[in-house]
């Protein structure tokens, strides 16, 4: 939490806007790990693994 406090004051994001930072980076979290998979997804596919 102090390292989200600490890019939240970097930002200049005040105090009460700390819930939305947080829900901005577990969506950017989530579209990571779904591009993630995806991609593992398709190297299977290309080496022939189901």
Do not use: F, S, W, Y
């Not at 994001?13 to 969506?27: C, E, S, T, V």
């Amino acid at each position: 939490m102090a390292i989200l406090r600490a890019l939240a004051g970097e930002l200049g994001i005040a105090r009460g806007g700390m819930p939305q930072l947080l829900a901005d980076l577990q969506a950017v979290e989530h579209a990571v790990v779904t591009a993630v998979g995806e991609l593992r997804e398709r190297e299977e596919l290309m080496r022939g693994k189901p």
